[in-house]
């Protein structure tokens, strides 16, 4: 098998997504695309585990600070402060207890362009602007002005790694490497293979 084939992506089906019994809906469409699911599991994570999912990108409170910062700025209300990474802490700790308040479904997908066909399907972080036919666009309906009012974080159903370095580095914090399966499935022929020429007798 080729590497590209191998390429790796973390999704979470975060409790909000459980909560609302999308668990089945949100798995047909990963799995619909020819992506390859290798692990799967239901947990309720503790907050360290959290904490230390989002701090595996180094940039991640720069880069969700300003997010938020932006955000404030749109929508005309005062933030909090001033400084990304005061609101990055703010985020983080709503994310620490959004996570950790019942059973999420983590899951591992493995195929090509695994990190942004699942990003694509998946949709931007804000519902409110994530767009028709993603599932965050789809099947809920929360806002960066509204949580941020509630001092919550987004729900938004779903996390799924960002690039390839980030899911190498969450798949080793939530699965053990024995977990991730390694077998074929009969579709990757249909997908991958060069020439089809195995289809006629
Ligand atoms: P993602 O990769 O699309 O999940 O987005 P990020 O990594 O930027 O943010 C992680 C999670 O934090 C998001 O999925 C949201 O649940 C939450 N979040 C991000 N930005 C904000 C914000 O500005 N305000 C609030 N309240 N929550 C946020």
């Known amino acids: 098998m080729v590497d590209i084939q191998k390429e790796k992506t973390l999704i979470i089906i975060k409790p909000d997504g459980v909560q609302r019994?999308?668990?089945?809906?949100?798995?047909?469409?990963?799995?619909?695309?020819?992506?390859?699911?290798?692990?799967?599991?239901?947990?309720?994570?503790?907050g360290e585990l959290v904490d230390k999912h989002y701090n595996v990108d180094p940039e991640w409170p720069q880069k969700v600070g300003t997010k938020a910062l932006a955000s404030y700025e749109r929508t005309g209300k005062t933030p909090p402060s001033?400084?990304?990474?005061?609101?990055?802490?703010?985020?983080l700790n709503g994310l620490i207890s959004y996570l950790s308040s019942g059973?999420?479904?983590?899951?591992?997908?493995?195929?090509?362009?695994?990190?942004?066909?699942?990003?694509?399907?998946?949709?931007?972080?804000?519902?409110?602007?994530?767009?028709?036919?993603?599932?965050?666009?789809d099947f809920t309906i929360d806002s960066y002005e509204v949580a941020d009012i509630a001092n919550r974080s987004v729900r938004n159903l779903i996390h799924a790694s960002s690039s390839t370095e980030e899911s190498e580095k969450e798949i080793a914090l939530w699965f053990r490497s024995e977990e991730l399966m390694n077998y074929r499935l009969f579709n990757e022929t249909v997908l991958y293979d060069t020439n089809l020429d195995c289809l006629l007798d």
Do not use: C, F
């Open 21 to 46: 019994t999308l668990i089945g809906e949100i798995i047909k469409r990963y799995e619909k695309t020819g992506l390859k699911l290798i692990a799967m599991k239901m947990v309720i994570p503790t």
């Open 103 to 137: 059973p999420v479904v983590v899951m591992v997908w493995q195929g090509m362009h695994a990190v942004g066909i699942v990003r694509k399907i998946t949709g931007s972080t804000e519902p409110l602007s994530s767009d028709v036919g993603t599932i965050r666009g």
């Open 82 to 91: 001033t400084d990304p990474l005061v609101l990055a802490s703010n985020v």
